[in-house]
């Protein structure tokens, strides 16, 4: 009995403490559907404006994209920009309500304009990680 009540306490200790917390251990991801690829992310903090989630999206959609613009929850949209067939390029939204060292999960709306057939496309995805 004195065995499982040490246990017990113990398992406590390091959850008051936080050591057992599931919030540490937060996998940072972003996703996004076949074509638009979220190749790298970074979610920092600062003050106002300068709270910003930089997002570097890839072109894999086979065609040129204009007027690319991504729209993460918490966030001001950023300017619209073009994207060409397998470019590479960061992407930020600024005004974002992020707190240091606190988690962030958010929906990325992203919307583009196919170059060849002016066509316009909205895809979601899901952003999620840790501010610095």
Known sequence: GWAI???LVAIGALA?????SPDRFLPAKCQLPAGIA???FKLT?????????SIVLRNG????TTGV???V???????????????????TATSCSLTSGSKFSGDINVSYTNA???LTHKVQGSITGRAE
């Open 38 to 40: 979220c190749t790298d």
């Open 73 to 91: 929850s918490g966030c001001t949209a950023p300017v619209a920009t073009t994207l060409s067939n397998g470019e590479q390029k960061t992407i």
């Open 16 to 20: 008051y403490f936080g050591v057992l």
């Open 116 to 118: 060849d057939t002016s």
């Open 61 to 64: 959609l086979g065609f040129d």
């Open 45 to 53: 903090s600062g003050t106002g404006a300068a709270n910003v989630v």
């Open 5 to 7: 009540l040490v246990v």
């Open 69 to 71: 613009t991504i729209g």
